[in-house]
Structures are given as structure tokens and as C-alpha cells.
T-cell receptor, first 119, second 116 residues
């Protein structure tokens, strides 16, 4: 149980284009989803928190108009990087939080990540 | 703001030895302390977690201890094996941060290398 998928796993795009990343909880309902960014050999930096049907809460320094988050259902959240630039190149990881049998409702389960390269 | 200090940043041990990673957190209201293992290019995997109502938890070769008074928690891996080599992240959460959601604050990570 507690499987989270993320798509695509890898994307290369040209500067100025937008990229959408999907995060799905496959076998449980995610009351909350989180989006992280991870630079090489560094920790997970929380970008934003989203709850189904409400606006995302962004961390300080994260541009909400740059990183659009939609949490359309209890199993799907999307992150859109708008007008991507080379400095947006990174590893983006989502996590889903919800009640899974035998575990607390606050446990976070991570997706496999999306490696974004902006040329 | 909320933060957690994790030490050491790198740890090298011989197969069969024990490894200990320590974290110190800032928010005394926190009540949830998970540990994640991340292999190169892969997702973080939850390996063990502990809540503030217990002081120690063990799962086979992995144990976590929590000292709420000192705001310390530690990961202990015994009888290490080469497949334990990875980056380990501590985290804390459970208090209601801004926005009222149960987010986690992650440590900087410890790169563990287990040599055969």
C-alpha cells in the first residue's frame, strides 16, 4: 500500500515553455500533497502544500505564479512550471499524505521524482 | 523558524559495524519524527518513524530514539550491510505550522557508505 506515482520521470524543454508534472496516489486518498525541489546532493526543500479543492500554500521565496499547483482530486495534484528557465532545472518530488492502514495519517509517501532540464 | 540539524553529513563504516545519525530539532511542539532513506536518483523511502509518546522504537536492524527534553532524536543501524549505503534524512513535524498543514522539516542528510 501507499504507492505514489509521478509523471513524467524526465523532461527536457526549451526555455520559455511550460511543463506540467502529475502526482498521483494510487491506492489511498491523499488529503494533502506536498511538492519539493531537490538539488544535487542536497536536502528536500518544500515548495508548497496543497489540499484537495483549495489553494496551495507556498513556502517563503517560492513564486506562486511561477509554480502553479492544482489539487483537483484526492488522488491527483499537478505542478506546472511556467515559462521555465535553465535555473528551474532540478529534481521535483511530490509526496502524498493520507490514512494508510497501519500508519498515521500524517505519514508522507514520496513519488519517484521528475528530473526537469531546461535548455 | 523551524529547522533541524543533522550530523554527521557523511559517515563511512565497515560492513557489520553500527551507524548512528543524530538530529536536533527546534520546535518543542513537534510530535512526529520520521527517517527516510534515499538511494541515488530514487525517491525517499520511509524506514522508521517515532512519535513523541514513546522514547524508542525498533524494527529489525534499525532503531530510533527520541529525547523530547533535549529535542534530540537518533537513528541507529546495527550490523550494517553494503545495501544500507544511501543518504538518510531525518525530519520532524506534527505541530501546526503556517497554513495549518502537517508539513515536515527535513535535515540536510547523511551520506552513509558501508564498505565490504
Amino acid at each position: 500500500g501507499a504507492v505514489v506515482s509521478q509523471h513524467p520521470s524526465r523532461v527536457i524543454c526549451k526555455s520559455g515553455t511550460s511543463v506540467k508534472i502529475e502526482c498521483r496516489s494510487l491506492d489511498f486518498q491523499a488529503t494533502t500533497m506536498f511538492w519539493y525541489r531537490q538539488f544535487p546532493k542536497q536536502s528536500l526543500m518544500l515548495m508548497a502544500t496543497s489540499n484537495e479543492g483549495s489553494k496551495a500554500t507556498y513556502e517563503q521565496g517560492v513564486e506562486k505564479d511561477k509554480f502553479l499547483i492544482n489539487h483537483a482530486s484526492l488522488t491527483l495534484s499537478t505542478l506546472t512550471v511556467t515559462s521555465a528557465h535553465p535555473e528551474d532545472s532540478s529534481f521535483y518530488i511530490c509526496s502524498a499524505q493520507g490514512k494508510v492502514r497501519g500508519r498515521g495519517a500524517d505519514t508522507q509517501y514520496f513519488g519517484p521524482g521528475t528530473r526537469l532540464t531546461v535548455l | 523558524g523551524e529547522n533541524v540539524e543533522q550530523h554527521p553529513s557523511t559517515l563511512s563504516v565497515q560492513e557489520g559495524d553500527s551507524a548512528v545519525i543524530k538530529c536536533t530539532y527546534s520546535d518543542s511542539a513537534s510530535n512526529y519524527f520520521p527517517w527516510y532513506k534515499q538511494e541515488l536518483g530514487k525517491r525517499p523511502q520511509l524506514i522508521i518513524d517515532i512519535r513523541s509518546n514513546v522514547g524508542e522504537k525498533k524494527d529489525q536492524r534499525i532503531a530510533v530514539t527520541l529525547n523530547k527534553t533535549a529535542k534530540h532524536f537518533s537513528l541507529h543501524i546495527t550490523e550494517t550491510q553494503p545495501e544500507d549505503s544511501a543518504v538518510y534524512f531525518c525530519a520532524f513535524g506534527g505541530s501546526m505550522f503556517s497554513g495549518g498543514y502537517n508539513k515536515l522539516i527535513f535535515g540536510a542528510g547523511t551520506r552513509l557508505a558501508v564498505h565490504p
